[in-house]
């Protein structure tokens, strides 16, 4: 019962540092693209495994691929390892 009250106390430790992280990515981004994204992340193992961006619009300025750089760059930083997978989306409204 000690072993699964422990394990899940890592879970959750993981979930919040993953979320902290996420956080400052859609901060860093903000700065470096003038528009704040939301962040969302999966992982398995301790392995990141997917980082989706997505982005309220289409930011001015930055082309698709500075915006790609900047926001792998950010991620690597903040989660201290690279996804195996970056997903970027931008969501376009009437």
């Given at each position: ?14 979930m ?5 992280h996420?956080?400052?990515v ?25 980082v989706?961006?997505?982005f ?24 201290k ?14």
């Amino acid at each position: 019962m000690l072993a699964l009250a422990l394990t899940g106390c890592g879970a959750v430790d993981t979930m919040k540092e993953g979320f902290t992280h996420s956080q400052e990515v859609a901060a860093d981004l903000e700065k470096s693209v003038g528009k704040k994204p939301q962040v969302g992340f999966n992982g398995a193992n301790g392995t990141l495994t997917n980082v989706t961006v997505m982005f309220d619009g289409i930011p001015p300025g930055p082309s698709n691929e500075q915006i790609a750089r900047l926001s792998r760059d950010a991620i690597a930083t903040r989660f201290k390892q690279a996804p195996k997978q970056v997903t970027i989306s931008y969501v376009l409204s009437e």
